[in-house]
């Protein structure tokens, strides 16, 4: 059985740093990428950063680079996202996911994710 269970989220001043933690469990990872997606109220699912478990390869979306980054521990099959100089507009539920499929790139589309967990909230006070 999939485990994917987020924490780390919480209420931060603009400017303030938060790491966002995922530990995933019940099957491999090491071939496929895992990504966090974020949602605000009233918006789609947004994709905001993933990283190639095998490679450490990145990608992020535009509206992160250079304030967040992604990491993992493959000893312990969890999943970072270090967020400095947060904004107001980054508050959303946060989401890490797993692909199911080995890519030959990194995607960046929710619906292309199978393994999802619950959210952690992070709100940023302006």
């Known amino acids: 059985q999939v485990q994917v269970v987020e924490s780390g989220g919480g209420l931060v001043q603009a400017g303030g740093s938060l790491r966002l933690s995922c530990a995933a469990s019940?099957?491999?990872?090491?071939?496929?990428?895992m990504a966090w997606f974020r949602q605000a109220p009233g918006k789609e699912r947004e994709f905001v950063a993933a990283?190639?478990?095998?490679?450490?390869?990145?990608s992020y979306a535009d509206s992160v680079k250079g304030r967040f980054t992604i990491s993992r521990d493959n000893a312990k099959n969890t999943l970072y996202l270090q967020m400095n100089s947060l904004k107001p507009e980054d508050t959303a539920v946060y989401h890490c996911?797993?692909?199911?499929?080995?890519?030959?790139?990194?995607?960046?589309?929710?619906?292309?994710?199978?393994?999802w967990g619950q959210g952690t909230q992070v709100t940023v006070s302006s």
């Open positions: 990283i190639k478990w095998s490679n450490a390869f990145t």
């Open positions: 996911a797993g692909d199911r499929v080995s890519r030959p790139s990194i995607s960046t589309l929710f619906y292309e994710y199978d393994d």
């Open positions: 019940g099957r491999t990872f090491s071939n496929y990428a």
